[in-house]
């Protein structure tokens, strides 16, 4: 049977640092509420020149480094973002020409916040299915577009990056199991409600966002969808070294893990330095603790998306 493998990981944050205090000289708020309601101290935002076809060639390079692959060998690109570049064409196909190559498929994917996850699946199950044998697989953002930056109700939540990976095709598993869900009718507590018509924009190009109402929700399918992948992985909870839920809010992050029964320092934290970057968080967190040597290969990584849509999922991988 062929598996697909993780053999690469690579992340970009644009480098201008906004931290909580610096949103406090413009909105009403504070380092103090937004670190105890949501654990974030700061987040990156890209320059207006760079858009998340940038963030993500960054980030790929640095995962095509990593992983001892050239871009040429790529047949797969697959981009998770909910702020594409254009309308179209996508993300994935500039993705593709900025690394320099042609011929291979192009796609984004968007489920917001599960992005990543969501390609990942599609990406494995795409070797699996040998229609490739190496994929390049991206989440990029640059939420701060889609911010009303007078809300401090969402503004103080989000940042900007990339992260991705190389999945390669192995006999040896690699990502063992994938579980991906979506609830339509919940569009109403997280979208940005808006279009472009005839050149102007219809409804809002502004993320909203009804919090608590995420946060139940984000808990209970992040704990759902863990067990889930275990099952379907056929592998204890008890023995996942690390646990990559989307980097939302650190509150929704230790709930998890304790619902889980995960110790504390196995469960993966960047949304205090990173905020939350959306179809990014996972990856770029995956790609810090991998070049900080913390998750090794062997060890056995759950990746978790929630967010937009509603849509959740998770893969469990061994790395
Ligand atoms: O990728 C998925 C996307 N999003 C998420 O996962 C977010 C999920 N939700 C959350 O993380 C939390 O619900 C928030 C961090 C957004 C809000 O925390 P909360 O504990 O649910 O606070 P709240 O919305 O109930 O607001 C409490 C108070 C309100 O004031 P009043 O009505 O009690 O007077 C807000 O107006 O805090 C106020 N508030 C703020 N105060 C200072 C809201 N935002 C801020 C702020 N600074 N930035």
């Not at 992948?229 to 809010?249: C, F, K, S």
Request: hydrophobic share 45%; charged share 20%.
């Amino acid at each position: 049977m062929i598996h697909s493998r993780i053999v690469g990981t690579g992340s970009f944050l644009p480098p201008r640092v906004v931290t909580n205090e610096e949103l406090s000289k413009k909105l009403d708020t504070s380092d103090a509420w937004i670190q105890e309601r949501t654990g974030i101290k700061q987040r990156h935002i890209a320059d207006p020149s760079q858009a998340s076809s940038d963030l993500a060639l960054e980030a790929s390079r640095r995962a095509l480094d990593a992983a001892g692959v050239k871009a040429s060998d790529i047949d797969l690109i697959i981009v998770a973002t909910s702020t594409p570049d254009f309308i179209f064409p996508s993300t994935a196909c500039l993705l593709q020409a900025k690394l320099g190559v042609k011929g291979c498929a192009a796609l984004d994917v968007q489920a917001v916040c599960s992005g990543f996850v969501y390609a990942l699946a599609t990406a494995d199950s795409m070797i699996k299915n040998q229609m490739a044998k190496k994929a390049l697989v991206v989440g990029a953002e640059v939420f701060s577009r889609i911010l009303d930056w007078n809300d401090r109700g969402t503004a103080v939540l989000f940042g900007d990056g990339a992260g991705a990976v190389v999945l390669a095709a192995g006999d040896k598993p690699g990502v063992h199991a994938s579980v991906l869900h979506a609830d339509g009718s919940q569009v109403g507590i997280l979208s940005v409600p808006g279009n472009v018509c005839g050149g102007k924009i219809i409804g809002s190009p502004f993320l909203q966002m009804q919090g608590k109402e995420v946060f139940k929700l984000a808990v209970k399918v992040l704990d759902e969808s863990a067990r889930e992948v275990a099952t379907a992985a056929g592998i204890r909870l008890e023995d996942i070294d690390w646990l990559i839920p989307h980097q939302a809010n650190v509150r929704i992050l230790e709930a998890t893990a304790k619902r889980m029964g995960l110790p504390r320092d196995r469960l993966v934290v960047t949304v205090d330095h990173h905020a939350n970057t959306s179809a990014a968080s996972v990856p770029l967190a995956l790609d810090e603790f991998v070049r900080a040597g913390k998750i090794r290969p062997g060890h056995k990584v759950m990746l978790q998306g929630v967010g937009g849509g509603f849509t959740w999922g998770a893969s469990l991988v061994t790395m």
